[in-house]
C-alpha cells in the first residue's frame, strides 16, 4: 500500500485522506516491527538488518535501487520520488550507496565468470554487465 502512496496511484483521495492514510500505515508498519522484536527477543534472536547486508537482495533488486539513487543524485525528477531537497550528506551517502551497490554486482558477475568457466557451462547470460565494466 505504500507503495502505491509514493507512486502516486492514490491520486483518488483528497490529500488529508492520503496523509491520514500514510500516518495510519506507517503507525500499523511501526506496530508490527516492534511485535517482531518483542518476539525475537524473546528468543534470543537478532532481527536488525545491517548496511552491509548487500548479498540478501537480487540483482534486479539491486539495480533498480541503484538506479532510483544514480536518477535522484543526478537530480531527475520522476513521478514516483518524493520531492524532497537533499542535503549534502544525503547525496554523499547515495554515492557511498552507489558505489557499494555496483562494487557487490561486479564482484558477483566476476564470481559468476569464473564459475562458468571452470565449470565448464555454456554461457546462458546476457553481456549487458559487460559494459557497465569496460
Known sequence: MLLLLVQGKLSN????????????????TRSIVIQ??????????????????????????LNDVRNALDDRLKGIRMQYLPSTIWRRKDKDRAAAMI????????????????EKFVCGRLYEGDFRMLQRII
Open 36 to 61: 517482531r522484536r518483542v518476539e525475537d527477543l524473546q528468543l534470543g534472536v537478532e532481527s536488525y538488518q545491517k548496511i552491509d547486508e548487500l548479498y540478501k537482495f537480487s540483482d534486479g533488486t
Open 99 to 114: 558505489q557499494a551497490i555496483e562494487k557487490m554486482l561486479k564482484t558477483r558477475m566476476i564470481l559468476r565468470s569464473l
Open 13 to 28: 483521495l483528497i490529500v488529508e485522506e492520503r496523509v491520514a492514510f500514510n500516518v495510519s500505515l506507517r503507525m500499523f
